[in-house]
């Protein structure tokens, strides 16, 4: 029942800026995590970055001072907002989330991803 959609991907030039959006449908309850992972041809998926219901955040090494993550609880919606892109950014980003459904299991969906192309 629960969905993840991506949206705010495409091309820009490096140095340019975009910002990307994760909308959940078919749930009223919150996450405990959300996260934003990339994965680019020929690589293994990563965790760009993640914040947690609390609002602690995590970043990548090389995504820390250039991306910012956040989340809107009224419409269930994260954002990562990225600037200073560099060709290395170029990939599909994937929207993440988890909550604990009971202290033996915990649920985690994924989103299908929106593509991120960095280059002149």
């Known amino acids: 029942q629960v969905q993840l959609v991506e949206s705010g991907g495409g091309l820009v030039q490096p140095g340019g800026s975009l910002r990307l959006s994760c909308e959940a449908s078919g749930t009223t309850r919150q996450f405990d995590t959300m996260a934003w992972y990339r994965q680019a041809p020929g690589k293994e998926r990563e965790l760009v970055a993640d914040?947690?219901?609390?609002?602690?955040?995590y970043y990548l090494e090389a995504a820390k001072g250039r991306f910012t993550i956040s989340r809107e609880y009224a419409k269930n919606t994260m954002y990562l907002q990225m600037n200073d892109l560099k060709p290395e950014d170029t990939a599909v980003y994937l929207c993440?989330?988890?909550?604990?459904?009971?202290?033996?299991?915990?649920?985690?969906?994924w989103g299908q991803g929106t593509q991120v192309t960095v280059s002149s």
């Open positions: 993440h989330a988890r909550r604990a459904i009971s202290i033996e299991y915990t649920a985690q969906y």
């Open positions: 914040i947690s219901s609390g609002a602690g955040t």
